[in-house]
């Protein structure tokens, strides 16, 4: 059984800094890539960037140079490190674990998702 608990959101003011944390039971990261969405109200999913099983990481061009994904295999943790944050960055942020080990932007080739974590950005 997969288990992927989101921390770390919150209220913070346009050009702060967020890192939200996946934490993760079931699932080597070295076998299987992690991806971080977001969803905004009355909006789709969102990919915003991932981790693939070796290491490697992708990103979205609407975050691209704002954002740093990394991970603690020793803590089985991911992180989602989010810097000059603006109001359009504001959603429910998720992280899930992929089914092979590429991120990939699609949000169905992720078999397990998060509970989510809401980041607020104000102006």
């Known amino acids: 059984q997969v288990q992927l608990v989101e921390s770390g959101g919150g209220l913070v003011q346009a050009g702060g800094s967020l890192r939200l944390s996946c934490a993760a039971s079931?699932?080597?990261?070295?076998?299987?890539?992690m991806g971080w969405f977001r969803q905004a109200p009355g909006k789709e999913r969102e990919f915003v960037g991932g981790?693939?099983?070796?290491?490697?990481?992708a990103s979205a061009d609407s975050v691209k140079g704002r954002i740093t994904i990394s991970r603690d295999i020793t803590k089985n943790t991911v992180y989602l490190q989010m810097n000059n944050l603006k109001p359009e960055d504001t959603a429910v942020y998720y992280c899930?674990?992929?089914?092979?080990?590429?991120?990939?932007?699609?949000?169905?080739?992720?078999?397990?998702w998060g509970q989510g974590t809401q980041v607020t950005v104000s102006s």
């Open positions: 079931g699932r080597t990261f070295t076998n299987y890539a």
């Open positions: 899930a674990a992929a089914s092979g080990p590429y991120p990939t932007p699609a949000p169905g080739m992720y078999n397990y």
């Open positions: 981790i693939s099983s070796y290491g490697g990481t």
